[in-house]
């Protein structure tokens, strides 16, 4: 079945840096990526729609300065949290929607815990 | 807005027992309901899904149906097994094309032998 490779799995940062995760759709064409975020015991919140080729749309709260989305091409869509803080600190997880010619099926990744220090 | 509830885990179950796991939502329209799953180390995997009122998806023994007039989606197995210990996420969608799925909190399954 179609797989969303996501990368990296685990990463450690201090704070003030800036942290880039990649999410790849690895045998479909996504026209559209989602980003969720998730907090211990929490459900996973959406944080930004991205389309192709065009501007992401964030979610209510989520500072667009801060999570930086780059959907440059079918196959892939990355996250950037800048200047990190400790409150970051959450899982991200990707995902994936193919296009019609896939059925619109929806994919996710494994998921990137980000901890800053 | 739409929302998803789903009863609080960590459920702990022996092999073989019956599961359910309650899901209510609350949502305008008409919404798709999904169950995922994500077993350890890996990502999110659609596990059933059901699109329209009194449908029943089922998949791996699981099964679950829409529930129009009570607003759930409850997600039950006859017999679990060790590899199902797991963590199920009830989800909804609007249906539209490029709609977001709303999940909610997730409960975490854990079955021994």
């Known amino acids: 079945g179609a797989v969303v490779s996501q990368h990296p799995s685990r990463v450690i940062c201090k704070s003030g840096t800036s942290v880039k995760i990649e999410c790849r759709s690895l045998?479909?064409?996504?026209?559209?990526m989602f980003w969720y975020r998730q907090f211990p015991k929490q459900s996973l919140m959406l944080m930004a729609t991205s389309n192709e080729g065009s501007k992401a749309t964030y979610e209510q709260g989520v500072e667009k300065d801060k999570f930086l989305i780059n959907h440059a091409s079918l196959t892939l869509s990355t996250l950037t949290v800048t200047s990190a803080h400790p409150e970051d600190s959450s899982f991200y997880i990707c995902?994936?929607?193919?296009?019609?010619?896939?059925?619109?099926?929806?994919?996710f990744g494994s998921g990137t815990q980000l901890s800053v220090l | 807005g739409d929302s998803v509830t789903q009863m609080e885990g960590p459920v702990t179950l022996s092999e073989e027992a019956f599961l359910t796991i309650n899901c209510t939502y609350t949502?305008?329209?008409?919404?798709?309901l999904f169950w995922y799953v994500q077993y350890p180390g890996e990502g999110l995997q659609l596990l059933l899904k059901a699109t329209k009122a009194d449908d029943k998806g089922s998949n791996k023994g699981f099964e679950a149906t829409y529930r129009k007039e009570t607003t759930s989606f409850h997600l039950e197995k006859g017999s679990v097994q060790v590899s199902d210990s797991a963590v199920y996420f009830c989800a909804l969608s609007g249906g539209q094309a490029g709609t977001a799925l709303i999940f909610g909190k997730g409960t975490t399954l854990s079955v021994s032998s």
């Open positions: 949502a305008t329209g008409y919404p798709s």
């Open positions: 045998d479909f064409q996504a026209t559209t």
């Open positions: 995902s994936a929607r193919g296009s019609r010619e896939a059925n619109e099926k929806l994919f």
